[in-house]
């Protein structure tokens, strides 16, 4: 799962109950950004690497991940 700390359309209250309900095998990746859509979408290396790898490799992270605000580059 890949959750933007401040989604308007998703918020972070919903995005913890599925990931809980998903249970052990599932991972969560949280970036510290706003707007609907995490991946690509925002300049976040560290999200948008978490998931790469995962694309790549196929391998989940070893647990969840947060990964904190990026100031944006011009």
Known sequence: ???NL????????GALRT????GER???VTIDQG??????SGS???GNNAVNDYLVTGKR???DT???AQQATP
């Open 66 to 68: 947060y990964c904190p």
């Open 44 to 46: 976040n290396i560290c």
């Open 6 to 13: 401040r989604d308007p359309a998703t918020p972070l209250p």
């Open 35 to 40: 707007g609907h859509v995490a991946y690509l």
């Open 61 to 63: 992270p070893a647990h």
């Open 26 to 28: 599932a991972r969560m």
């Open 19 to 22: 990931r809980r309900a998903l």
């Open 1 to 3: 799962m890949v959750q």
